[in-house]
């Protein structure tokens, strides 16, 4: 397997920004030919990387820095009172751990949240095909986590074990249920997930404080960024 000082990254050319509007962009990606294993993923992890689909990540732009990795150290998180609501809102979902795939019943759900959630964004329409290259990966140690009530499938999460804990990739869930927060619920199990495996973090990708859709991060505390290739405790 290719070890972390053989790697090749490629930039891409400046493209619009995805979070803030009137903002161009620019990704570092890892060399997609590189052969990938889980000691690797995961220290590009702790360097602030993401996967998309079998791609890893990185914002690389000139003169902007909102992109901020974030993980949540989860032996020491403290559940505000809210989040605890929701916790109890949800104590009658049955989880299920389940293998990575593609079918009929999440690729419904899959799509009626893309339709009902980010008509605005890059995901717009959704497809089978986009399905598959967004959320599978041959390579990567990936579980959905699925969350039912009385049979039914409510919400989805999108979850990577990496060495030093587990990576919320991405969730989907019905939007018309909004009084059970399934978002904020998907989280908490996960931070929980983490603790029974003896595992110390949750890594949520990133948080731009300028982009409202990302407010909701920053609610989980304590809560560490990765600034100046370090990771440090957000104030």
Request: with cysteine; net charge positive; glycine share 4%.
């Amino acid at each position: 397997m290719t070890n972390l000082a053989q790697l090749k990254f490629f930039a891409t050319p400046k493209h619009a920004c995805s979070y803030l509007e009137a903002r161009q962009a620019t990704t570092l990606f890892v060399d997609p030919a590189a052969q990938i294993d889980n000691p690797l993923y995961s220290a590009l992890s702790s360097l602030g990387f993401r996967r998309s689909g079998r791609h890893i990540y990185r914002p690389h732009c000139d003169r902007c820095s909102a992109c901020i990795p974030i993980r949540i150290p989860v032996a020491r998180f403290k559940a505000r009172r809210q989040q605890r609501r929701v916790w109890l809102r949800n104590a009658d979902l049955e989880v299920r751990l389940t293998e990575p795939e593609l079918t009929a019943e999440n690729y419904d759900l899959y799509a009626h949240y893309i339709t009902a959630r980010h008509q605005d964004g890059d995901m717009y329409p959704p497809s089978p095909e986009q399905f598959r290259s967004f959320l599978l990966c041959e390579w990567s140690d990936t579980r959905f986590v699925e969350f039912r009530s009385e049979g039914k499938l409510l919400a989805v999460a999108v979850m990577d074990r990496v060495q030093d804990g587990l990576s919320a990739i991405y969730t989907f869930f019905d939007p018309d249920l909004k009084q059970r927060s399934l978002g904020v619920q998907a989280v908490l199990w996960q931070i929980e997930h983490a603790l029974d495996l003896g595992l110390p973090h949750l890594y949520l990708g990133y948080w731009i404080k300028q982009c409202q859709k990302m407010n909701y991060k920053s609610s989980y505390r304590p809560l560490e960024m990765f600034l100046g290739e370090r990771w440090i405790e957000a104030p």
